[in-house]
């Protein structure tokens, strides 16, 4: 959805926006947009599993693109990037941190941004550094389940049945 919605929004004439999906294994692909863009509004059904053409991103000096791994097109010129992915290496600062090395420009939040956002204790302890008012908040390991919710019975009010 939020890729779709960025799609949409860019100026067709303009510019020519390419998109890249990024399977579990980490392989990337490359598809025409209508393959990516028909089930945007249902994530489970948005599949690249089958997508034949396989690309690896490619650092050059002021010319980093996107190599086809599976056909002989000609490199894919990137001028920026919208990493629009979610949850482990798409906000967790790891695709940040490969395009940065890449020396390719990309929108959003840097690697450490995107890192401290996506780790919930580290933002609050930052935070509480900064005298931000928090709510109370407590980390549990799953070792540690039962003894944090044991805590979490003593020192919290409950609603009574």
Sequence with gaps: MSAKNIYEALDQKKYEPLL?????NGEW???DSRSYLSN???AKKV???GAKDHVALVSK???NSLVSLSKKNAPEILDVIFPVMHGTYGEDGAIQGLLKMAGIPFVGAGILGSAVGMDKDVMKRLCAMESFQLQNS???VQKRLLEVLKAFKKSW???SS
Excluded: E, T
């Design 29 to 31: 692909h490359v598809r």
């Design 157 to 159: 009010a409950f609603p």
């Design 138 to 140: 407590s980390v549990c």
């Design 40 to 42: 945007a509004n249902h």
């Design 47 to 49: 599949a690249l599993q």
């Design 61 to 63: 000096q002021n010319n």
């Design 20 to 24: 890249i999906g990024i399977d579990k």
